[in-house]
């Protein structure tokens, strides 16, 4: 796998677990970029951590100085092994605003080599918060963090750096704290001074390193097969929530569905029920007889009919409305509005603006083809309801967000299999 395709897949992965970044910005690197054991210097500036370096390699390689002179990442490959100066922690790195250090510690190092000035005491909170956080990723990933105390020829005696040790110990639990002087070292080795190379500390740094350096292969295939089984676990619960959310959507949009129309059916024999009266009339209906120009003001036995037929639509229509109501449907869609806002009803938009007649109510409440109309058209404008709308559009999400799964999902077995 190339870095191109690797980036395409992580991709893929990404889309659904943006929390893993680090996560597969370190894999990219396990699969694809490594070679030699990196080893990450970390610490504080002027804590010595570039005179360390020089001291554990042989050469003076890093830039020392009395200010802030790392500001990016130094790197050197000694004996096969990647030494890597970050730039000093600080505040900013803690809270992982320093992306060069980030990038060191999370994504390249395999160990970590955490530099702390024994001048300065206790650790800060900073320094504190970052190597439980390490020594936490160690139970996780088996990278291994030293903690080098520096400086230690500058205490007063061997009882007052026993006392920082433990002090610091009880910070941070968990950790291996060695304590080293470069000067001393240095001092020893220009002028042949075997003793003093061996209480410099670097001797036992060195072989501290070395152990840890052997467990780096071992250490690297179960991070990249903890980090691939995470992930796929990961993948695989959301997926499974995924779809219980789906069957819940649809069984919801089901159930809507079918109570609505059972609803309606209900509502339309009501209304049968409650015309009968009004349609079973004997002889003339006199409904049907216009009135004539001398009628024209006058109360007529027509004009009361039409009335009574006029009165049992509109109770039939208050019925229709309050089911539609209770379920949703209080009003036309966007695109069906007027600039008449009286009119901008489903009920106008379904039965029309009046029935004067008894044939028009027979017609509309009593034939088999009219019913199935009306159950088809309110049905749409349930369909069309700003609830049913959201839920159909919550559906589609979810129905992207199973696919963007499945494809990470496969996006991920293609790591495993090059891993």
Not at 181 to 196: I, Y
Not at 211 to 233: D, N, T
Request: proline share 2%; glycine share 4%.
């Amino acid at each position: 796998m190339d870095i191109q395709t690797f980036d395409e897949v992580a991709h893929d992965i990404i889309a659904v677990l943006p929390d893993r970044v680090t996560d597969l910005a370190r894999l990219r690197r396990l699969i694809l970029s490594v070679t030699y054991p990196t080893i990450t210097v970390i610490g504080k500036y002027n804590h010595g951590k570039s005179r360390l370096l020089n001291e554990l390699i042989g050469h003076d390689i890093f830039s020392v100085a009395d200010k802030r002179e790392t500001i990016s990442l130094a790197e050197y490959i000694h004996h096969e092994v990647c030494w890597l100066d970050a730039p000093g922690l600080d505040a900013d790195v803690a809270t992982v605003d320093d992306d060069y250090a980030f990038d060191a510690v999370w994504t390249q190092a395999d160990i970590r080599l955490f530099v702390h000035s024994v001048r300065e005491g206790e650790l800060d909170a900073a320094e504190q918060q970052l190597l439980q956080q390490l020594v936490s990723d160690f139970r996780y990933s088996q990278r291994q963090t030293l903690l080098v105390l520096t400086q230690i020829d500058q205490m007063p005696d061997q009882v007052t750096l026993e006392h920082i040790k433990q002090s610091i110990a009880s910070q941070v639990s968990g950790l291996n704290i060695l304590p080293v002087s470069a000067t001393r070292h240095r001092q020893g080795v220009e002028n042949s001074k075997p003793l003093l190379v061996e209480k410099s500390g670097i001797v036992a740094l060195s072989q501290a390193l070395q152990y840890a350096i052997s467990q780096v292969p071992a250490a690297r295939q179960h991070e990249k097969s903890q980090l691939l089984a995470e992930m796929q676990q990961q993948l695989s619960q959301l997926k499974t929530e995924r779809d219980s959310l789906q069957q819940q959507l649809q069984q919801t949009q089901q159930q809507q569905r079918q109570d609505f129309d059972q609803g309606l059916v209900k509502v339309l024999d009501k209304i049968r029920e409650d015309l009968q009266p009004i349609l079973d009339i004997i002889g003339l209906d006199e409904a049907l007889v216009p009135d004539s120009f001398a009628t024209m003001y006058k109360v007529t036995a027509g004009k009361q009919q039409r009335a009574k037929v006029q009165i049992a639509y509109s109770r039939a229509c208050i019925d229709i409305n309050s089911h539609l109501i209770r379920h949703g449907v209080v009003g036309l869609p966007e695109n069906q509005q007027t600039s008449v806002k009286s009119l901008d009803t489903v009920i106008v938009a379904v039965l029309g603006i009046s029935v004067k007649f008894r044939d028009h109510l027979r017609s509309i409440f009593y034939t088999d083809i009219e019913r199935e109309r009306l159950q088809r058209e309110f049905a749409f404008y349930f369909e069309k309801s700003a609830g049913r709308q959201a839920l159909v559009k919550q559906l589609q999400q979810v129905a992207e967000q199973l696919a963007n799964i499945v494809q990470a999902q496969i996006a991920l077995k293609m790591l495993e299999e090059v891993a």
